[in-house]
């Protein structure tokens, strides 16, 4: 179908194509092709089999201790032993397996959504489609910032420039020509005038129209093996700083297993049964102070994490931004589209002798007033994505009905684009028979009386009646006319001196959930800066309905320039709102921010966005109206562009935070008493073991899902959006944080302690073991309840779901029971009966011993988890 698109002049307008030239392909032939031709993508690596995860666990330092302590079993002439701790390998690996298979699918869904979006024409409708559902004979419209998604020839075009550096390494761009042909096949990469565009191209200047030739393998792309695919994240700061706590500790359990298994050998008289033993003290010593989990909690909370996040409509391209998110202290947000709708509407006409309001007026548009819209839908283009220029051909076709096609056979041969030096864009329009050129142009107010050349008593006029509409929250376009020779257009519009036409005023209305978005921003402590390109007046008025702070103090476009990087880094902390900013001085504002020490979230949709949100802490592009370069550049993508998603994020971010602390808060607490549990026997040389191999693997149990299930799913706190951001330099493992884990950790091997130091003599090892071990699994699942909140109680938290909790405390419960009671069991983890008196003393002593952290949470001004 879209071959039929017929070539014409270079400029020809994209817009005044037919409904039936551009039709594009039907979905049914879309779909077969999709299906016969495959998708529109390169191979990208391949998910992990189960068998290669499975290999990845058993070079696991914790599965070979495990395996090593089975083998010992072996030796010692206890098969039962042996099969048992090699049972608890067999579930610890099902355990990582699931929790491996849980991350990589949620990292799959990441990818779908971060795919490159295309644009294109199907059935005469333009549709928004996955760039992997491209197919062969595809129409696409594509536009200044977009990547082309396949090998296509270019059928129209208006001043189409591509970035192909990707594929010649020429950073140049080239201009590109359209053509109506259908070549044999597309030309290389490089040089001027060629009609064909390439897969992984970027479109620096122009739009244009094109019909894929090739998709996934068969594009050019594909041939010479430059594979896009998503680049592996690379260790997170969390990451880094665990890894070496994890190394270090690693090094410190095979010292220990070292030095466990000699002393124990040495004091127990230097038999083979006391070396065997030492043998299992070392394991079980180098199982207890090897934290395997920290590795698998930050694996799993930042991937599940961003999936999470991905549910409240943001996408996260790089993992660390989660991190960050939680130190976030300022968010700078664009107005349109953000805070606003963007669904611009047009609201208002004025002239310097009339002024009507079209949702108040009814009947027909004036006739002195019609020159003023037609030549304001004459400066747009003919085919806008801009939701204001989209609002003036709505208009026109509305008020102007026979007009609203403009001029009759009227091309568009010339753009104007509009500059950081002159906020104004003008079209010439040549129409057949026609010596003359019309030039449309609109632009900011104070632009276009300047292009006018205003008296300064007319200038003052319009600035006037300029501010009185932006007072009222509306955006103001000024409007001015000229003709001149077709052949005596100039360089620059600049030396035009068109006549002064009037104003436009566009009405954006504010999202319905910003106010409550800013005020839960404030109440965190992050400050919220508007920045637009709008007059004053109206991004006053619009962050007075925004609730943002301080609105009167307005920073323009104009003031940054002659501000010096000093002058702005001081001005800029008590200034939200900034008005008249092109997006080039985006980045001038991100600089002053960071200068301060500010940690900055900032959002951005154009080409021209991309080093300020390269430059940001957490750059946030628009999803919906965003280019890709500024995708490209960014670290979350906002896919429907509201600010309240970017709060969702925020919040999310700190409790995604809050819970790997907590996770981590919950292992060094675990792993205390189970290395002093371990350690004690070993000098104490009238101690029995207290914690064999096998123990220690069914604790394993208890604490792997608890890290990766339990706090990974916990609701965020209470207090989560009235806490101040968490400083960037804060350490995951701080002292506070460590000590709380440590108390914890040290109370529970209180407790076990004296279980077995007043039970030892009456009840001999065996029973001393399993009341220990009894009150020992207690307190581990006590540390799970306490743990899940810093600021609620238990009875409190008890009301909050967690399902996974439950699977965890039934079956810890469940097991603990059995292993006690029936007595093969008994036999394997080296346990004797007991009354059942001093089983309820030792459990309640293993849940009394964490109670208490519950009372610290009732101390008013306590921070536990600061």
């Known amino acids: 179908m879209s071959q039929s698109i017929a070539g014409t002049a270079d400029a020809q307008n994209l817009g005044q194509a037919s409904a039936d030239e551009l039709a594009g392909l039907d979905d049914l032939t879309a779909a077969q092709r999709l299906a016969s031709e495959g998708a529109n993508e390169l191979p990208s690596t391949k998910p992990r089999s189960m068998a290669h995860i499975a290999f990845e666990v058993a070079r696991e330092p914790m599965f070979v201790l495990l395996v090593a302590g089975g083998t010992l079993y072996l030796m010692m002439g206890k098969p039962g032993d042996a099969l048992m701790l090699l049972g608890f390998v067999f579930v610890v690996m099902g355990i990582t397996i699931v929790q491996e298979r849980r991350t990589e699918r949620a990292l799959d869904a990441l990818r779908d959504l971060s795919s490159p979006r295309a644009l294109v024409i199907r059935m005469g409708q333009r549709r928004r489609i996955a760039g992997r559902e491209v197919v062969r004979g595809d129409v696409l419209v594509l536009n200044e910032g977009d990547r082309v998604p396949a090998d296509s020839i270019l059928r129209r075009s208006s001043h189409l420039s591509v970035d192909e550096s990707l594929l010649t390494s020429e950073s140049v761009p080239v201009r590109k020509s359209q053509s109506a042909a259908v070549p044999a096949q597309l030309a290389r990469p490089g040089g001027d005038d060629s009609s064909s565009l390439f897969a992984g191209t970027l479109i620096t200047a122009g739009q244009g129209v094109a019909e894929v030739l090739a998709t996934g393998m068969h594009t050019e792309l594909g041939r010479i093996g430059k594979a896009l695919q998503q680049i592996e994240p690379e260790p997170t700061p969390l990451q880094r700083e665990t890894g070496l706590i994890v190394r270090w500790l690693a090094v410190a359990g095979l010292i220990a297993c070292a030095a466990a298994a000699v002393i124990y050998g040495l004091s127990r008289g230097g038999t083979w049964q006391s070396w065997k033993d030492g043998l299992l003290a070392g394991i079980a010593m180098a199982m207890a102070i090897l934290p395997e989990e920290f590795p698998v909690i930050l694996t799993v909370f930042l991937a599940l994490g961003a999936w999470r996040i991905s549910r409240s409509r943001v996408l996260t391209r790089r993992l660390p931004v989660i991190e960050t998110l939680g130190s976030a202290t300022v968010l700078c947000v664009d107005k349109t589209g953000t805070l606003t709708r963007n669904q611009m509407t047009l609201r208002m006409l004025a002239t310097e002798q009339t002024t009507i309001d079209l949702q108040q007026s009814h009947g027909a548009l004036p006739l002195e007033l019609q020159p003023l819209l037609q030549t304001a839908a004459l400066a747009s283009k003919p085919s806008p994505f801009d939701p204001m220029e989209r609002a003036l ?206 940690i900055v979230a900032m959002t951005g949709d154009g080409v021209n966005d991309a080093p300020a949100l390269r430059a940001a802490h957490i750059g946030i592009a628009m999803g919906g109206r965003g280019t890709d370069v500024a995708r490209e550049a960014a670290s979350l993508v906002l896919l429907d562009d509201d600010f309240s998603s970017i709060v969702a994020a925020v919040k999310l971010g700190r409790r995604i935070y809050d819970n790997v602390k907590k996770a981590i808060t919950f292992t060094v607490a675990v792993h205390v008493p189970i290395a002093g549990l371990s ?174 952290f519950e009372l610290l949470k009732r101390i008013p001004g306590t921070r536990l988890g600061a």
């Open 393 to 598: 051909h709505a208009a026109r076709e509305r008020l102007l009905g026979e007009h609203s096609r403009g001029p009759k056979d009227g091309v568009m041969i010339k753009e104007y684009a509009l500059s950081s030096q002159l906020l104004v864009v003008s079209h010439c329009w040549k129409r057949d028979g026609e010596p003359a050129v019309l030039v449309a142009s609109k632009g900011a107010p104070e632009a276009i009386a300047d292009l006018c050349h205003l008296a300064a008593e007319q200038r003052a006029r319009v600035t006037a009646q300029t501010r009185m509409l932006a007072s009222r929250g509306l955006r103001v376009l000024g409007v001015a006319r000229t003709q001149i020779a077709a052949n005596g257009l100039p360089a620059s519009q600049r030396e035009f001196i068109p006549r002064y036409l009037g104003l436009v005023a566009f009405e954006d209305p504010l999202r319905s959930n910003v106010s409550d978005a800013v005020n839960e921003c404030r109440e965190a402590g992050i400050r919220v800066i508007m920045i637009t390109g709008d007059y004053s007046e109206t991004a006053r008025s619009i962050a007075m309905q925004a609730g943002i702070e301080q609105p009167e103090a307005v920073i323009t476009g104009s003031d940054l320039e002659r501000m010096s990087d000093t002058e702005l880094a001081t001005r800029i902390r008590s200034t939200q709102v900034f008005a008249r900013v092109v997006p080039d001085q985006k980045l001038r504002i991100v600089q002053a921010l960071k200068s301060n020490s500010e």
């Open 679 to 852: 350690l004690v026997p070993v000098l104490l040389p009238g101690w029995p073991l207290l914690l064999l191999p096998v123990h220690i693997a069914f604790l394993e149990l208890i604490i792997d899902p608890s890290c990766s299930l339990i706090f990974e799913a916990e609701e965020a706190e209470s207090d989560i959006m009235r806490r101040a951001p968490r400083p960037a330099v804060q350490r995951l493992f701080s002292f506070r944080m460590v000590a709380i884990a440590s108390l914890q950790g040290l109370s529970v091997l209180a407790v076990c302690l004296t279980i077995v130091s007043v039970w030892l003599h009456d009840h001999g090892p065996d029973a001393s073991r399993a009341l220990c071990f009894a009150a020992l699994v207690a307190s581990f699942l006590t540390i799970i309840l306490v743990n899940r909140s810093w600021t609620r109680s238990l009875l409190e938290m008890a009301r909050t779901p967690n399902p996974a909790m439950w699977w965890v405390l039934g079956g810890a419960a469940t097991s603990l029971t059995a292993i006690l009671s029936i007595p093969s069991l008994r036999r394997l983890f080296s346990f004797a009966p007991l009354y059942a008196h001093d089983l309820v003393i030792s459990l309640i002593a293993g849940f009394a011993c964490l109670m208490w």
